[in-house]
């Protein structure tokens, strides 16, 4: 059965789980939400878990997701790629795929939406997991024919999901703060490197 999840940035484990799957549909036509995974993500760093935001445009009106563009007010790029390096430079294999995402923190972009997939396709390729993705093409509030975590996912309500249940491996500040469950999909990459693909599965 498909699938269907919103737009993410450097979506939780969660969200993966789903992607891994094998058959995707990625809403687009949606209204954009305020305060989810769709211009977030949280880390491990040092001081334990910190949220990345990507900020975007204000608008009065209600915009579609796929019209939500990155605001050009904050140097947002420089600030979450030193976090990432501060929080992961330490894990096994951060070197390994550091060359891989850094350029998406040096090109400029102007749509949220295509910052998230374009990240996201890179992420999956890095995995190794190959997934049939699709974009919606009119916006329907409930689907028969498909499993709808739009917005089941989300930071307000974590691991809201029955299917889910979060699975220990290795993180370097576990010592410091015990495991920290359903964080950024770049926590289990970057701590567990090709046996990321297994645990997702």
């Not at 030193?82 to 430079?89: G, V």
């Not at 029955?162 to 015990?178: D, I, L, M, T």
């Amino acid at each position: 059965m498909v699938t269907i999840l919103s737009t993410a940035y450097l979506a939780p484990i969660q969200y993966y789980t789903k992607l891994a799957q094998g058959k995707c549909l990625i809403e687009k036509e949606e209204h954009y939400q305020k305060q989810t995974y769709r211009n977030r993500c949280h880390i491990a760093s040092p001081n334990g878990v910190l949220p990345l935001t990507i900020p975007v445009e204000k608008t009065g009106e209600k915009c579609f997701t796929r019209d939500m563009i990155i605001s050009k007010h904050s140097d947002w790029q420089t600030l979450h790629w030193r976090a990432i390096m501060t929080a992961y430079n330490s894990t096994p294999f951060f070197e390994f795929y550091e060359d891989d995402l850094r350029p998406f923190y040096e090109k400029e972009w102007k749509f949220l939406f295509d910052f998230n997939t374009e990240i996201q396709c890179k992420i999956l390729e890095l995995l190794d997991v190959e997934v049939d993705i699709n974009f919606t093409t009119e916006y329907q509030s409930e689907y028969t024919d498909a499993l709808d975590f739009r917005n089941a996912i989300t930071p307000r309500h974590p691991s809201a999901d029955a299917v889910f249940s979060p699975k220990p491996y290795y993180q370097v500040f576990e010592q410091k703060f015990g495991f920290l469950s359903n964080l950024s999909i770049i926590d289990l990459l970057f701590n567990m490197g090709n046996e990321a693909k297994l645990w997702l599965k």
